[in-house]
């Protein structure tokens, strides 16, 4: 979000520069900013700068890109900061944190998807009874065929309306 009005600050970053310092397109920082995950202010010939310490959001953001957290998640990590605020130490730590639970969660799945594909290597089946990796856990499939959860008098079916 630009702030309009700010005074100059000689060490602000313009568009360009802050793109090459943080090894992305200009494109991507205005995606960000659209996102509202970083913020700029305009000059009064109305052009884009940002203050440096937006660098450190930036790379909070590739970072958690590269680790395949959600955008959503790094907007609520990055609102909990104080705008226009640098991106500290600690803050940097508290939020690898949280993130981290989430990692181990993603590896294990990933490990037993990777187990799950051994068996299935040179198989190619994908059979729906069988497959461990095209149907996992299917417990509906063994009470038979068609929309268990659908028919007249099955556990769990939508009540009819009025
Ligand atoms: S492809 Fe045959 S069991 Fe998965």
Same mark, same amino acid.
């Given at each position: ?12 970053? %313009? ?12 494109? %991507? ?13 305009? %000059? ?8 440096? *310490?937006?660098?450190? *959001? ?16 790094? *907007? ?87």
């Amino acid at each position: 979000m630009s702030q309009p009005g700010k005074r100059a600050v000689p060490n602000d970053l %313009t568009v360009g520069q802050m793109a090459r310092r943080a090894g992305v397109a200009v494109s %991507t920082l205005h995606y960000y900013e659209a996102e509202g995950l970083i913020q700029s202010w305009r %000059t009064p010939a109305n052009h884009r700068r940002y203050d440096r *310490r937006e660098l450190r *959001r930036v790379a909070v953001i590739r970072v958690a890109q590269s680790l395949g957290i959600p955008l959503a998640q790094v *907007r609520e990590l990055l609102d909990r900061l104080p705008k226009g605020a640098a991106v500290r130490k600690q803050d940097w730590a508290d939020v690898s944190a949280l993130w981290r639970d989430e990692i181990d969660q993603r590896l294990a799945l990933l490990n037993r998807l990777r187990d799950q594909l051994d068996h299935c290597m040179g198989c190619g089946c994908l059979s729906l009874e069988n497959c461990p990796l095209y149907n996992q856990g299917d417990a509906l499939g063994r009470q038979g065929p068609g929309p268990q959860r659908w028919l007249p008098g099955q556990r769990d079916a939508p009540e009819k309306e009025a």
